[in-house]
């Protein structure tokens, strides 16, 4: 693997510090694996184990926390995927990223804030972070937050 499509370089060079994974509060695994196959549950923004914000998008929540939220989580699913793996090198391809916005139903720009999650991926893991997605709309999330994400990746045995 050439230093330019190394993950764990780019995320230094990107100065992006993992937060320590944050365990669930409910009877569910946060990541998964069969095969070659790793699944990462849903990551809501926990620090140190509290949510970070609450609220909808668009009522309580306005567009730049949404994001920040975004970030926050997308930052969590690398930090399980590290811990799980021993090294983000492992991930061969992030293969689908499905987000969900606890939006207003007037609120229309959930693609925006979908797209800080993956261009996080995309920055960190280049091509191979290119994924299909899908972007919902919800009325509401686990634990009242503005957005969440959950992804499969494909990665070496």
């Not at 689908?96 to 920055?123: H, K, W």
Request: glycine share 8%; hydrophobic share 40%; charged share 20%.
């Amino acid at each position: 693997m050439n230093e330019k499509s190394n993950p764990e370089t780019r995320l230094a060079e990107l100065k992006l510090q993992l937060p320590a994974p944050e365990m669930p509060g409910f009877d569910y695994v946060p990541i998964t694996t069969h095969g070659n196959t790793l699944y990462l549950s849903a990551q809501i923004a926990k620090i140190d184990g509290r949510v970070r914000t609450i609220g909808r998008v668009g009522e309580d929540v306005s567009m730049s926390e949404a994001c920040a939220v975004m970030h926050t989580c997308a930052l969590q699913g690398m930090a399980w995927l590290r811990d799980e793996l021993g090294s983000l090198n492992r991930v061969v391809k992030v293969l689908r990223m499905n987000y969900y916005i606890c939006c207003t139903p007037d609120f229309r720009q959930m693609s925006e804030i979908a797209d800080v999650g993956s261009g996080l991926f995309v920055s960190v893991f280049g091509d191979k972070g290119r994924h299909a997605r899908t972007v919902s709309g919800v009325v509401e999330l686990p634990r009242h937050v503005p957005c969440m994400f959950d992804a499969t990746f494909a990665v070496q045995e």
